[in-house]
């Protein structure tokens, strides 16, 4: 089956632009994560959904920083009034209700300039 | 505060050889779940191994196999036979099994695997 599949795939947009990346997970799972991935480092968590709601938001950087799942499935990851080090690669997974294995998408490289 | 730490940040093997991938981790949990990703340039992250803190027995999975101390909170990857397709960046991952956090990887820094020829 289709995998979990995040778009745009790149995007450059200019310091203190409004963002948007989507994240579309595999069909059924119920949980979805969003990481952000600098250059050369691990990815650091940002939020979980568990369905609609986000069961862990404590991983957001600042307030310029929000997701939202309205109907448990596509998520949107919406930065605004962005800076030149929100520039990185924002990696999506999602898994099965209770599941350990978590699965994940190919990433968005932002790029801010 | 759960911390993974991998202190080798390039190595490189020969292909058809054994090569070991170090991570260590810092918790005060008792339950837990240890992962090893594997991220090629295409920067899809994909599973490799995974190890439940609760079982004594090291995991496997084909080529690679796990060195698991829980004592000594040490989660080291072995690959054996190494293949070309085996070069990437290789992440150390901690889950918490329960709790309100408990969807939440804590990763470490990555090794970058080259497999020479």
């Known amino acids: 089956g289709a995998g979990v599949s995040q778009t745009p795939s790149n995007k450059v947009t200019e310091k203190g632009k409004y963002v948007e990346l989507r994240c579309d997970p595999i069909s059924g799972h119920t949980a979805l994560y969003w990481y952000r991935q600098s250059l050369g480092q691990g990815p650091e968590f940002l939020i979980y959904?568990?369905?609609?709601?986000?069961?862990?938001d404590s991983g957001l950087p600042n307030d310029r920083f929000f997701a939202v799942r309205p109907e448990g499935s596509v998520s949107t990851l919406k930065i605004q009034r962005t800076e030149r080090g929100d520039s990185a690669v924002y990696l999506c997974?999602?898994?099965?209700?209770?599941?350990?294995?978590?699965?994940f998408g190919p990433g968005t490289r932002l790029t801010v300039t | 505060a759960q911390t993974v730490t991998q202190s080798q940040p390039e190595m490189s093997v020969q292909e058809a050889e054994t090569v070991t991938l170090s991570c260590t981790y810092d918790t005060s949990e008792s339950d837990y779940y240890l992962f090893w990703y594997k991220q090629p340039p295409s920067r899809q992250m994909i599973l490799v191994i995974r190890q439940e803190a609760y079982k004594q027995q090291n995991a496997t999975e084909n080529r690679f196999s796990v060195n698991f101390q829980k004592a000594a909170k040490s989660f080291s990857l072995k690959i054996s036979d190494s293949q070309l397709g085996d070069a990437a960046m290789y992440f150390c991952a901690y889950r918490r099994a329960g709790g309100t956090s408990y969807g939440k990887l804590t990763f470490g820094q990555g090794t970058i695997l080259t497999v020479h020829p």
């Open positions: 997974a999602s898994s099965p209700s209770g599941g350990r294995d978590k699965y």
């Open positions: 959904f568990q369905g609609t709601g986000a069961a862990d």
